[in-house]
DNA sequence: GCCAAATGTAACTGTTATGATTACATTTAC
DNA sequence: GTAAATGTAATCATAACAGTTACATTTGGC
């Protein structure tokens, strides 16, 4: 699992979490424990899914823009990591004769096809709202 | 994903489609397309499951010892790559005041440990004789 | 007993992926 | 105009991965 993943989800809780709801990448990078670059090039994919808004310049930074009770964690999965459930490495070679050696290629792909639908169906479930609560719950206790 | 998990399976499905249920190492690894130093490190922790029976010496190699209709995919994903769906990289820290930082690697942990049990129960549907019946059937189209 | 064939396992190499860092152009608020 | 922020390319260090070589060990057949 892409990395890509965490620190986009966390990002947008943090942001949900913000009274003002933004954040520049030096505070992101410092709060989730990675640097600013990093940072940026994950809030670029949020941006052009429409998630958040970007100001430069003194005083920018990211803004959430959706509501955090809508965004699940499987769309933001889609966006930053889709596909990284099913390995590149493939045993067999199509072209061989062996009937099982030809084969099982595509059929452990479709195999993983399916638990890539699974997987995301599972991560619909949460929101990032559904997180920060539950974050803030922990906390009372 | 672990590439060992698709040697495992593929070296049991095509044991289970040979009429003695024997091959060598090198006979696998030409098989599966690599190299058979994976090949008796990946049948090792079949042996030790008792799925796989081994003859060393001359004349010797792996044997299917378990029932193809009873082995899941399953199975041999946890043999071979149990917690490979959860990433090692975490964002943020316990030891930080933030309640974000501080609590998400574990909320994440939780999620993550949640779709590892759906990914064993996707894998737990197929056998490997499933998987040779369905090879045996697309070969006669 | 000897030899060939097979597994068990450690060590090394090359390649790729990952994350951190540096640098700098661009944009923008004041 | 300057400082602060993003956008992005380039580089570096490290780890993971798969392939390869080597060799000890085991075993069957003569």
């Given at each position: 699992m892409n990395s890509e993943f965490h620190i986009a989800v966390?990002?947008?809780?943090?942001?949900?979490?913000?009274?003002?709801?933004?954040?520049?990448s030096e505070l992101l990078a410092s709060n989730i424990c990675t640097n600013p670059v990093r940072i940026r090039?994950?809030?670029?994919?949020?941006?052009t899914a429409g998630l958040v808004d970007v100001q430069k310049?003194?005083?920018?930074?990211?803004i959430l823009r959706g509501n955090p009770r809508q965004i699940t964690l499987g769309s933001i999965y889609r966006l930053t990591s889709a596909g990284s459930l099913v390995s590149d490495w493939r045993s067999?070679?199509?072209?061989?004769?062996?009937?099982?050696?030809?084969?099982?290629?595509?059929?452990?792909?479709?195999?993983?096809?399916?638990?890539e639908e699974q997987f995301e169906r599972h991560l619909d479930q949460y929101t990032i709202q559904d997180l920060l609560n539950q974050m803030q719950m922990n906390k009372r206790n």
């Amino acid at each position: 699992m892409n990395s890509e993943f965490h620190i986009a989800v966390h990002s947008l809780v943090f942001l949900a979490y913000l009274p003002s709801r933004m954040a520049s990448s030096e505070l992101l990078a410092s709060n989730i424990c990675t640097n600013p670059v990093r940072i940026r090039k994950v809030m670029n994919l949020l941006k052009t899914a429409g998630l958040v808004d970007v100001q430069k310049g003194t005083g920018g930074g990211y803004i959430l823009r959706g509501n955090p009770r809508q965004i699940t964690l499987g769309s933001i999965y889609r966006l930053t990591s889709a596909g990284s459930l099913v390995s590149d490495w493939r045993s067999g070679d199509p072209t061989m004769d062996c009937i099982v050696a030809s084969q099982i290629g595509q059929v452990m792909s479709h195999i993983f096809e399916g638990a890539e639908e699974q997987f995301e169906r599972h991560l619909d479930q949460y929101t990032i709202q559904d997180l920060l609560n539950q974050m803030q719950m922990n906390k009372r206790n």
